[in-house]
């Protein structure tokens, strides 16, 4: 680090004028405690911090003050002390000296620096590696990758790749005349444009491009092959409107037949709908409540269900349930007779059905097996299941809503906003049911969306 320039004049005893090597260069910008405080390059030039005293092997002595301070951006207000009032340091002992020196010896050349080398070379190591290595790469073709004994010209090949890349050239340009001047039809060889043309406007850009554009007044085609291309790109535009109106048919079509399953849901008698709250998301969570609802909102079965283990307490955040609730509640065995009896020859609508069902599935396996061996009760498990018939209203629902994710390719699925207990829920659902069967005014969904964007999108499903 150096505040100052090192020079300074000397000034004869016989003259009266200030030594300019003790004048600072500029004004302060502040002080501290009555010390000035410079920037770069303003203090005095005699002045030294405690570092530049130590590279001539003096030190600050017990009660010196500074005569002024270095302000640096990054370090901040150094001290700057006065050589003449510095004392000199004790000599280093042979051992330390070795140390010193040895940490600024180069391994690969073994030359003492004045600086510590850190890595494997010192910085005069590192420049000439990196010089030859430019030097290197300077004969050593950038194709095949041969070292030759002198440096490469500028194109950086050697005399056969180049002659390979001018062959190249000479092909690509030779095929580039071919193509322009002949019409682009399919199985045509009308000439469109002389060979003469065509390589004087090629060489007016540039003799070395890998590639040359067509001159715009150029005709890419003659008359019948461009009536026949436009013949071909009218009859590509009427295939693509008549994929487009199948496509918009099919989607209209699909709207209206969710509209009217939901719509039909809310009437159908036999339509109830099922919802559960668990101790957590994993495979072996248990279920700690559980309500069935008619489509009519008639409570079916809503009860709360012992699981046999403690509720984590990041469930309990979600859906309050906690360990204190649930004691006394009946067990899952206590009300399957009754869970069967509510939801037999009915169709069961659940929102998110794939995680309501396996957590029946496993309330159901862990039923069975008390009797018999595990192997048997998932059997009996899954006879349980397929007696049901299970119908989701997430996906419908999704669709929809119509919140299209790219990313996904899909429609994002929409959270379930029934505060996350399980009869809540189920009304949530019949809600759902209720917006998409509601009829609008276009005959598309689009209308319905704002009605319940509102009062949707709090909460997660399940």
């Known amino acids: 680090m150096s505040s100052t320039t090192t020079v300074t004049e000397q000034i004869p005893s016989s003259r009266r004028e200030t030594d300019p090597g003790r004048v600072a260069r500029g004004a302060p910008r502040d002080h501290i405690d009555g010390v000035p405080v410079y920037g770069w390059g303003m203090a005095p030039g005699h002045l030294r911090t405690q570092t530049q005293l130590g590279e001539v092997r003096l030190k600050v002595a017990e009660g010196q003050l500074p005569l002024a301070y270095l302000r640096l951006r990054k370090v901040g207000d150094v001290p700057l002390y006065d050589p003449a009032g510095a004392e000199k340091m004790a000599p280093l002992a042979s051992a330390v000296k070795a140390r010193m020196e040895k940490r600024r010896t180069c391994p690969e050349c073994g030359k003492v620096r004045r600086h510590i080398v850190r890595g494997k070379r010192c910085s005069a190591c590192e420049s000439k590696a990196y010089a030859e290595q430019r030097r290197l790469a300077a004969r050593t073709c950038r194709d095949c990758r041969e070292v030759a004994a002198r440096r490469l010209p500028v194109h950086g090949r050697c005399q056969g790749c180049r002659r390979a890349q001018l062959a190249a050239q000479r092909e690509k340009a030779v095929a580039w005349v071919a193509e322009v001047t002949v019409c682009a039809g399919e199985d045509c060889s009308v000439k469109l444009v002389t060979k003469k043309e065509a390589v004087a406007y090629q060489k007016s850009q540039g003799a070395d491009r890998s590639w040359w554009h067509r001159a715009s007044h150029w005709p890419r085609r003659c008359a019948p092959c ?19 109106r199948e496509r918009r048919e099919g989607e209209r079509r699909a709207a209206q037949e969710r509209k009217d399953w939901a719509a039909a849901a809310l009437l159908d008698p036999t339509v109830v709908v099922l919802d559960t709250e668990t101790t957590g998301l994993h495979g072996e969570a248990r279920i700690v409540e559980i309500a069935v609802l008619s489509s009519g909102g008639d409570v079916l079965l809503d009860t709360l269900l012992d699981p046999g283990e403690p509720i984590p307490s990041e469930s309990s955040d979600i859906h309050g349930i906690t360990d204190a609730d649930v004691a ?26 794939v995680y309501d069902v396996e957590r029946l599935r496993h309330e159901l396996t862990l039923h069975y097996a008390r009797e018999q061996e595990l192997g048997k009760a998932r059997e009996q498990a899954a006879a349980w299941l397929d007696d049901m018939r299970f119908e989701d209203v997430m996906i419908p629902y999704s669709q929809w809503y119509g919140d299209w994710s790219d990313y996904h390719g899909g429609y994002r699925w929409q959270p379930l906003g029934g505060g996350h207990r399980a009869a809540g829920d189920c009304r949530a659902v019949l809600d759902c049911l209720a917006a998409m069967g509601r009829p609008s005014g276009g005959g598309t969904d689009a209308g319905d969306v704002a009605l319940v964007g509102a009062g949707w999108g709090e909460g997660q499903a399940g």
């Open 226 to 244: 461009t009536a026949a291309e436009e013949q071909r790109q009218e009859e590509q535009r009427a295939k693509w409107e008549l994929a487009d």
């Open 328 to 353: 006394g509640a009946p067990t899952f065995s206590e009300v399957l007779v009754r869970l069967a009896d509510v939801l037999t020859g009915k169709r069961v609508l659940i929102y998110n059905d």
